[in-house]
């Protein structure tokens, strides 16, 4: 079956740097979710999209941006990179926005700022 | 708001004996409660998850949860453990809208 595809798997950026991070949901799910999780920490909800439209908004700092787009792929938007970005970025996709909806998550995305 | 409380950050578990991994959760509903696990370096795979109706929910792998209203705890147990259970699990509460609450998860492993 097919599953959330994130991309890059690995991206390594200087600090002041922008970084982009990819996430292809899987088919027909309509709802996207960015979560970062820090070195020895759990995930941390970013923000979320529910047909394209911004749904919901966690910690995500303003250096960050994101969206979705008219596929239902989603970017994450980095700019401004500092030491404390480092973390694996995951992507969650489900179908539709109820609380109960299974989120099923991608491989994740290490970012690595030097 | 809600938030998710595991109290053991390492539990060593003997191959082959049994596992109670605890989770506790504050939220003034019944919320929705999830189990992931995570290998290292991997994404989240859901274990199991409770919504309504019967307390006790079966998993994948063998696992199974109790969710118990009078102790907000949404416990995982498993009757013998393998040493591919070796990962960390995070238990997760959503409130009925979208959004995930982790708790800080629990690293499981396992010695012959």
């Known amino acids: 079956a097919a599953g959330v595809i994130q991309s890059p798997r690995h991206l390594i950026k200087e600090k002041r740097e922008t970084a982009t991070l990819k996430c292809y949901p899987i088919?027909?799910?309509?709802?996207v979710y960015w979560y970062q999780q820090g070195p020895g920490q759990d995930p941390q909800f970013l923000i979320s999209f529910y047909e394209k439209m911004q749904s919901d908004k966690g910690s995500i700092p303003d250096r960050f941006s994101a969206q979705q787009f008219s596929d239902y792929h989603s970017e994450l938007n980095m700019s401004s990179l500092e030491l404390g970005d480092s973390a694996l970025y995951f992507c969650?996709?489900?179908?539709?926005?109820?609380?109960?909806?299974?989120?099923?998550f991608g491989p994740g995305t290490r970012l690595t700022v030097l | 708001a809600q938030s998710v409380t595991q109290p053991d950050i390492h539990i060593t578990v003997s191959e082959g004996a049994s596992l109670e991994l605890r989770c506790n959760y504050s939220?003034?509903?019944?919320?929705?409660l999830f189990w992931y696990v995570q290998s290292p370096g991997q994404g989240l795979q859901l274990l199991l998850k409770?919504?309504?109706?019967?307390?006790l929910v079966q998993g994948i792998k063998g696992f199974e949860a109790e969710f118990k209203r009078s102790q907000s705890s949404f416990n995982l147990r498993k009757p013998s453990v393998h040493w591919s259970d070796a990962a960390e699990y995070f238990c997760a509460v959503n409130s009925g809208y979208s959004t995930l609450t982790f708790g800080k998860g629990t690293m499981l492993l396992v010695s012959p």
């Open positions: 409770y919504f309504s109706g019967d307390t």
């Open positions: 969650a996709s489900s179908f539709g926005l109820a609380g109960g909806n299974e989120q099923f």
């Open positions: 939220y003034g509903a019944t919320p929705y």
């Open positions: 088919p027909r799910h309509d709802t």
